[in-house]
């Protein structure tokens, strides 16, 4: 089974507290070492998760950052990020992990639904509110994330009113699920294995949104 291992944050931390292009050339050796055990693990994560769904790409983020428009000028992000993505369009969702030392994280689900999907999934909690609340409360859910995340809007979002009994639901334009872990999990040789049941655990979640985002509101098929 794939590892993180102690080596890896290490240099993640050695990183962030030396984020220069001058250091970083210094250390490509450890940051190679780095990368091939990140690929390893992705790709074993992917093989795991093939085995109870359908994984349609995969992807290792670079470490360097994209500075053009950002304030933040370091060159390189102090963590590992990497993300899988479900066999569209029936099957929606994705799966995402971040690992930085301190401050991993899980997260799972929709980061960003476009235009025509928000507004599926809105006017579904519109027309059965009760359904959606149960998607998100599934006890495999509770277990293993709690509440609901993302980002909302202020107010209520066009074509509702702000007295409208789901509109806790309605103002979401994101739909996460999400956890942290210690270094001291990450670095555990079960680590896979646990991602792999965190990310099954949101499976009710994921299973309602396939069925709504595959039929229109007057359950005809999309697809």
């Given at each position: 089974m794939s590892t993180i291992s102690k080596s890896s944050l290490l240099f993640l931390k050695d990183l962030a507290a030396n984020n220069n292009r001058p250091w970083f050339a210094e250390q490509k050796d450890r940051y190679e070492e780095v990368k091939k055990e990140s690929k390893a693990f992705l790709s074993e994560l992917e093989a795991e998760m093939s085995k109870v769904d359908k994984i349609e790409k995969t992807?290792?983020?670079?470490?360097?950052?994209?500075?053009?428009?950002?304030?933040?000028?370091?060159?390189?992000?102090?963590?590992?990020?990497?993300?899988?993505?479900?066999?569209?369009?029936?099957?929606?969702?994705?799966?995402?992990?971040?690992?930085?030392?301190?401050?991993?994280?899980?997260?799972?689900?929709?980061?960003?639904?476009?235009?025509?999907?928000?507004?599926?999934?809105?006017?579904?909690?519109?027309?059965?509110?009760?359904?959606?609340?149960?998607?998100?409360?599934?006890?495999?859910?509770?277990?293993?994330?709690?509440?609901?995340?993302?980002?909302?809007?202020?107010?209520?979002?066009?074509?509702?009113?702000?007295?409208?009994?789901?509109?806790?639901?309605?103002?979401?334009?994101?739909?996460?699920?999400?956890?942290?872990?210690?270094?001291?999990?990450?670095t555990q040789n079960n680590f896979l294995p646990k991602v792999v049941a965190d990310y099954q655990a949101v499976r009710p979640f994921f299973d309602y949104m396939s069925d709504i985002l595959s039929h229109n509101l007057n359950g005809e098929p999309l697809y």
């Open positions: 992807k290792l983020f670079r470490i360097y950052r994209d500075v053009r428009f950002s304030k933040d000028k370091t060159p390189y992000n102090a963590h590992i990020s990497m993300s899988m993505s479900r066999e569209k369009p029936y099957l929606r969702g994705g799966y995402y992990l971040r690992i930085k030392p301190g401050e991993t994280i899980l997260a799972v689900g929709f980061w960003n639904p476009n235009s025509s999907d928000l507004k599926l999934i809105r006017g579904n909690i519109d027309l059965d509110p009760q359904s959606f609340r149960e998607a998100i409360s599934a006890p495999s859910i509770l277990e293993h994330y709690g509440h609901m995340q993302g980002d909302t809007v202020k107010s209520a979002p066009k074509g509702y009113s702000k007295e409208h009994p789901a509109i806790d639901l309605l103002r979401h334009k994101q739909f996460l699920f999400s956890k942290e872990y210690s270094d001291a999990a990450v």
